[in-house]
C-alpha cells in the first residue's frame, strides 16, 4: 500500500473512532468541521465567529457579489470558486458574511481549533504515525514544529543544530495534561514563535518580521498588552452581551410561555364548542365545524405571530450566544498569542453585536395568556340550513393601522404649554376595542436635537382610547411616535410644531399716525419719528387696509387685534396722537 493511501486509511479510522467515542455525532466536538464532519484541516474564523475548514469555505456558494475596485466581480473570477469581493451564508447561524479581498486565505486561523484537533488525536485510542517517517507509530511530540515522531527520528530530530533546543515532550504526558498546548508559529519564518504584537499593524509578528518587515514600528511583548486587549474583549462580554443574552433568554422562555398557553386555551374552547354542539341537529353539527374552522384560523394566526418573534429571537439568541461562547472560550483557553492572532475579527464581530444587533426591550414582548379569544355561547349566529343557531367566537385584537389619534395636539404645540390628544384603538375592522390593556408607547423627540425629547404621560381610559399629555420645554419640530404592540399606529410618525410661547410685548406704544388722522397721509406722530414701511391701516374703522399689520414709528409690528391704543382709549381724534406706557 503507498504512503498517501495508507495515511488516508489512518485518518478514516480516526475519524470513525472519534465519532464513536462521541455517541455517533461528530459535530458536537470542537474539533470537527461542522460542513464536512470530519476534523479540521486549516480551520478559518468567519467574521461570524464561526470555524470552518479552508476547502469546506471554498466550496460554499456566494450569496452576492460586491463590486471590487469599481469593477464587478464574479465566482468564475476566481480560481478557488471564491471572489475576492463574494458574500456567502454561514453553515451555522445563515449570516451573510464578507470574505477579505485576498479571499479564504485572508481570513483569521483558528489555533484554538487546532489544539482541539490535536487532543482529540491524543485522546482517540487509535496509532499515531510519525509525521517525518510515516512507517513507525509516534511517542514524542515536538513542540515547536508541532510534528509527531517516533523515537529514532526523535533522537535525529535533538541531534540537528537548528532543532536541538526545541522541547520535545511524550505523547503520554501530553494526553495526561487534558489540553494541549502549542505555540503560534510565524508563516514566513517556519520555526520562529508569534511572541511580539505589532501595534500599527494590528498584527502578532515574530522576532525576524520585527527587525524586517516591522522595523520601524513599536512592536511590544505579547504579554505586555495582553491585559489591554483581553480587557476590552471581556468588557464587552460581561457588560453588553451577557446581559443580553439573559434577556433574550427570557424573552424565548416567554414565547414558548405563550405558544403553550395558546394551544391550552384553544384546546380548552374546542371543548366547549364540541360540547355545546352536540345538542343540536345536523344545522349545529355544521355551525359547530365552522366555530372550530374560526378558531383554527385565529389560532394559526397567534401562532404565526409568535413564530415570528421566536424566529427573530432564535436567530439574536444564536448570534450572541455565540459571539460570547467564542469570545469567552478565547479568554479562558487561548494563550496571549491565540487571543491576540483572534482578536481582530473578535472585536469587529462583539462591536457589530452590541451596536447593530438584535436587543428586542422586555416590554415589547407581551406575555400572550390569549385572553382576547373567548367563545360566547349565547350570541346569536344567525342561522344555519335555516336554523337559528348560537354561539361565535370573539377575538377582537387591535390593529396598529386601524388606530387613529383625535386632537390637534399631535401636530401643533405651544412652548411651555400642556398640549393633548387621544388615541383610539380599533380592530381589523375598523371598530373601537372597546377595553384597554394594550402596550401602547409615545415617544417625542426633537427632530433637529437628538438629544432634546418630551416625557409623555399616557392614561388608558379603559374603552379602548388612551389619554396622552405632554408640555415641550422648548420650540421647534419634532418627531411624534405613537405604537401600539410595538407597531405604528395610522400616520405615525407625526410632525408636531412646537411654537414659542406668546409674550406681551411691554414699553411705550405709538398709534400710527394715519390711523389717528383717520387717513391724512400728511399726519405726523407725536414723537416726531417717521413710520416705515409706508401707510398701513390698523383696522379700527380708519381709512387703510383693515387687517394687516400696525406699524408703530418706533419700529415695532403689533397684530391689528393687538392694538391696545384704541381699546384703552389713548387715540384722540383727527391729528391729536397720543402714546401710552405699559
Not at 486 to 491: F, L, M, P, T
Request: hydrophobic fraction near 30%.
Amino acid at each position: 500500500m503507498s504512503l498517501c493511501k495508507e495515511r488516508l486509511v489512518h485518518e478514516e479510522k480516526r475519524q470513525a473512532v472519534l465519532s464513536k467515542s462521541n455517541g455517533g455525532t461528530a459535530k458536537k466536538s470542537k474539533a470537527v468541521c461542522g460542513v464536512c464532519s470530519r476534523m479540521y484541516r486549516d480551520p478559518k474564523i468567519l467574521p461570524c465567529l464561526h470555524t470552518f475548514c479552508a476547502d469546506c469555505i471554498r466550496q460554499l456558494e456566494p450569496f452576492s457579489v460586491r463590486r471590487v475596485n469599481g469593477e464587478r466581480r464574479s465566482p468564475e473570477d476566481d480560481t478557488h470558486g471564491r471572489s475576492s469581493g463574494s458574500t456567502i451564508l454561514c453553515p451555522e447561524c445563515d449570516s451573510e458574511v464578507d470574505l477579505p479581498p485576498s479571499g479564504v486565505d485572508g481570513l483569521t486561523t483558528d489555533h484554538l481549533a487546532l489544539d482541539e484537533v490535536f487532543a482529540e488525536t491524543l485522546l482517540v485510542d487509535c496509532r499515531v504515525l510519525c509525521d517525518l517517517c510515516s512507517d513507525s507509530d509516534a511517542g514524542k511530540r515536538c513542540e515547536v514544529c508541532c510534528v509527531n515522531l517516533c523515537d529514532f527520528c526523535s533522537q535525529a530530530h535533538r541531534r540537528q543544530k537548528r532543532t536541538s533546543s526545541h522541547s520535545v515532550q511524550s505523547l503520554q504526558e501530553l494526553k495526561s495534561q487534558g489540553r494541549l498546548t502549542r505555540p503560534v508559529l510565524c508563516s514566513l519564518h517556519p520555526g520562529q514563535e508569534l511572541r511580539l504584537f505589532c501595534e500599527p499593524c494590528d498584527l502578532t509578528v515574530c522576532l525576524e518580521c520585527a527587525a524586517t518587515f516591522h522595523r520601524d514600528h513599536h512592536c511590544s511583548s505579547a504579554h505586555e498588552v495582553i491585559s489591554h486587549h483581553g480587557d476590552r474583549i471581556r468588557d464587552l462580554v460581561v457588560r453588553s452581551l451577557r446581559p443580553r443574552l439573559a434577556r433574550l433568554e427570557d424573552s424565548m422562555r416567554r414565547v414558548d410561555t405563550s405558544q403553550e398557553v395558546l394551544q391550552t386555551r384553544t384546546d380548552t374552547l374546542a371543548g366547549e364548542i364540541r360540547a355545546f354542539a352536540r345538542n343540536y341537529a345536523n344545522a349545529v353539527e355544521a355551525h359547530c365545524c365552522s366555530l372550530l374552522r374560526s378558531l383554527e384560523d385565529l389560532r394559526l394566526q397567534r401562532r404565526n405571530q409568535l413564530h415570528l418573534q421566536k424566529a427573530q429571537l432564535q436567530q439574536a439568541l444564536v448570534d450572541v450566544r455565540g459571539g460570547v461562547d467564542f469570545a469567552e472560550r478565547l479568554l479562558t483557553c487561548g494563550s496571549d498569542a491565540e487571543i491576540l492572532s483572534a482578536k481582530g475579527v473578535t472585536m469587529r464581530r462583539l462591536m457589530n453585536l452590541v451596536e447593530s444587533g438584535f436587543d428586542p426591550h422586555p416590554t415589547t414582548i407581551a406575555h400572550d395568556n390569549a385572553s382576547s379569544i373567548c367563545f360566547l355561547p349565547q350570541e346569536s349566529a344567525g342561522e344555519v340550513q335555516g336554523f337559528p343557531v348560537v354561539g361565535v367566537i370573539h377575538a377582537k385584537t387591535v390593529d396598529p393601522s386601524k388606530c387613529t389619534i383625535q386632537g390637534e395636539g399631535v401636530e401643533r404645540g405651544r412652548e411651555g404649554q400642556r398640549g393633548e390628544f387621544t388615541l383610539v384603538c380599533r380592530d381589523s375592522s375598523g371598530e373601537q376595542m372597546g377595553r384597554g390593556g394594550d402596550p401602547v408607547l409615545v415617544s417625542i423627540v426633537h427632530k433637529e436635537r437628538k438629544g432634546c425629547s418630551v416625557e409623555a404621560a399616557v392614561v388608558d381610559k379603559g374603552d379602548g382610547s388612551y389619554g396622552v399629555s405632554y408640555t415641550p420645554a422648548e420650540a421647534g419640530f419634532y418627531s411624534v411616535w405613537v405604537c401600539v404592540k410595538a407597531q405604528h399606529v395610522q400616520g405615525s410618525p407625526f410632525v408636531l410644531n412646537v411654537k414659542r410661547k406668546f409674550r406681551r410685548h411691554r414699553g411705550i406704544f405709538h398709534c400710527c399716525s394715519f390711523c389717528s388722522s383717520g387717513g391724512a397721509k400728511e399726519a405726523r406722530c407725536g414723537c416726531t419719528g417717521t413710520m416705515p414701511g409706508g401707510f398701513q391701516g390698523c383696522g379700527h374703522g380708519h381709512k387703510g387696509h383693515p387687517g394687516k399689520p400696525h406699524w408703530s414709528c418706533c419700529g415695532s409690528v403689533v397684530e391689528a387685534s393687538e392694538c391696545i391704543l384704541h381699546n384703552l382709549g389713548s387715540v384722540s381724534p383727527r391729528g391729536h396722537l397720543r402714546t401710552v406706557e405699559l
